[in-house]
Nanobody, 121 residues
Framework: QVQLVESGGGLVQPGGSLRLSCAASGSIFSINVMGWYRQAPGKQRELVASITSGSRTNYADSVKGRFTISRDNAKNTVYLQMNSLKPEDTAVYYC???????????????WGQGTQVTVSS
C-alpha cells in the first residue's frame, strides 16, 4: 500500500553532518505526519523529529538546534538534516508516516526499513 525508501545514512566523525531522505510511494491519498525515529542498541525506539502536512515540527530535546526536519509534499519525501553529530546519535534511523491509502481511504502507520547512522572518530 505505502512503501518507504530511506537513504543517506553512514559513518561520520563527531561534529560532522548527514542528511537522511525518505521517499513514500504507493497508493497514497494523503500524508499527514512524517517523522524520524531512532533506535540504539539496547534502547527503545524514540522519536527524533516529526513534521505535519502544515509544516508544524516537533523535535526531541536531545536534537533541538542540531537537526532540522523538512518535507517536500509534491514528492512525498521527508528529510532530516543532522548537524553537529555526536557519538550518542549513533542508531538505526527509521522513517515513519501516517498516511491515508487511496484505494480504501483507510489510515495507516508505515515504517521504513531503517538506515544506520554511526558517529565515531
Amino acid at each position: 500500500q505505502v512503501q518507504l525508501v530511506e537513504s543517506g545514512g553512514g559513518l561520520v566523525q563527531p561534529g560532522g553532518s548527514l542528511r537522511l531522505s525518505c521517499a513514500a510511494s504507493g497508493s497514497i491519498f494523503s500524508i499527514n505526519v512524517m517523522g524520524w525515529y531512532r533506535q540504539a542498541p539496547g534502547k527503545q525506539r524514540e522519536l527524533v523529529a516529526s513534521i505535519t502536512s502544515g509544516s508544524r515540527t516537533n523535535y526531541a530535546d536531545s536534537v533541538k538546534g542540531r537537526f532540522t526536519i523538512s518535507r517536500d509534499n509534491a514528492k512525498n519525501t521527508v528529510y532530516l538534516q543532522m548537524n553537529s553529530l555526536k557519538p550518542e546519535d549513533t542508531a538505526v534511523y527509521y522513517c515513519n508516516v501516517l498516511a491515508i491509502v487511496r484505494t480504501t481511504l483507510a489510515g495507516g502507520n508505515y515504517w521504513g526499513q531503517g538506515t544506520q547512522v554511526t558517529v565515531s572518530s
